[in-house]
């Protein structure tokens, strides 16, 4: 995939000369009169007002799940000291960008952020209840009929409306909360299949999450140009086996198979599951593109080496897509995100978390060098963020995922044990232990003799959970190319949504 990066040179060369936007009519958004709607629109004309319109042919929206500022911080050194070099002084992609913010992200009921609603903030400009999707505060989270009565129209409706390709990149299913904001009307995030939804839901017609994907309705619309990620088995019949694990079966009860329905009566269209049969499609066509890589969640970065069946890169799948949507000369809206640094930090393994923030931010650079900044408003945030702690006065050079030290001695807490670099406030890592005798005992084990960079140590937590929790602090936005001078101060995460309205033209 790399000869699409080399090949898109020249076509960044000759766009160079286009800045405006084309002229573009897309339906007012059904939540246009929503208090957080109104709000953020109005907060955003204010800077328009100040600093002038901007006028983007296409927009990119990287979200890094979960990847809060001391994420960003770790990942930067991970990914220096990675490559030989110094990881404190050494720059990501992302934070080249020219533009940059913080993004308040709590939610319309909830101090911290489900990736739910945050999700909808950025692509339909409102805030909304944790565990929702596509809906605005108007909805009832017990009634799911009020998923269409109270429900949202989103940036990538309005860009397929208009005539502009859109596309969706997930390293988590397709059908999970951050991928499915750009399509979904729905008040339980978990309802990603028909097995998923409760006798209630279906009683009253509500349909999953996956059967919305396919069942495209929207007006003016031909659907997603480019859908790359995984989450298979909910597109699947259970009587199915699925083609790359034997053991395995599609998840439907209904019967349907979405991904043979959706090449029905389209010979534009191509399925694909596996990095094969990805190489050879040629995105630098009129080509419509479902992949579906895994029949849950994509590989973790680190992991794909060992995967015999093979996957594209987050970057790779980046690439395809900004070939295949560049093709459409009204513009295009593309969402990239790297769910897998989420999935990471609930585990309370840093390393494979900071591995995915890595493997984005190669995204982030591609996309970058493929793309000309006079055209395409490139935004980079997270929807939320999680406990992770950098911590204690680790020498210049420690590596990020070691035991602290300081002149090259391994310092000691007051227990008289070491400790790493990063840990996690609560979460699967927990120092303490419920007993035998149902007492709970809170005693660091002694990491001297442990390899903590090792590929699956779980840091070290407090607080004793299943899965570690996000954090509520605000998150990091940077930006570049026609209206990221719209980005400063601390923000709204809505107002991300009508930042890349605007500049598309949309009102």
Known sequence: MRMILAASAAVVAIAACTTLAPVRTAPAPVQ?????????????????????????????????????????????????????LDGESYQLAMEKLPYSALSKTYTHDSQVADSAPSAVAMT????????????????SLKDCATATSAGTTTLWEQAEASGMATG?????????????????????????????????????????????LIDWTKANGDGFEVVLGGGRSGFLPNTMTDPEYPDQKGRRQDGRNLAEEWLEGHPERKVTIGVSTFEQINFDSDVQVLGLFEPSHMQYSLDRAKDVRGEPSIAEMTEAAITRLSRNPNGYVLMVEGGR?????????????????????EAIAAAVAMTNPEETLIIVTADHSHTLAMQGYPQRGNPILGLVKENGKLVLAADGKPYTTLSFANGPGSVCKKQA???????????TNVDTTALGFRQQALIPMGSETHGGEDVAIFAGGPGANLFSGAMEQNEIYHVMARSLGFK
């Open 32 to 84: 246009s009169a929503d208090s957080y709607f109104a709000k953020g629109a109005a907060a955003i004309q204010a800077r328009i007002s100040a600093r002038g319109q901007p006028h983007a042919k296409n927009v990119i929206l990287f979200i890094g799940d979960g990847m809060g500022i001391s994420t960003i911080t770790a990942a930067r050194i991970y990914a220096g000291q990675s490559k030989g």
């Open 124 to 139: 339909a400009g409102v805030k909304s209840y944790n565990g929702s999707i596509g809906v605005t505060q108007a909805a």
């Open 168 to 212: 969706i990149i997930s390293t988590a299913r397709i059908t999970h909360a951050t991928p499915a904001a750009t399509y979904a009307q729905t008040i339980e995030r978990d309802w990603e299949s028909d097995a998923d939804v409760s006798a209630a839901g279906k009683a009253a017609g509500c349909k999953d999450i996956a059967a919305q």
């Open 341 to 361: 640094v989420d999935h990471g930090l609930h585990a309370g393994d840093a390393q494979r978390a900071l591995g995915d923030a890595a493997a984005l931010d």
């Open 437 to 447: 005798d149902e007492k709970w005992l809170c005693e660091r084990p002694d990491l």
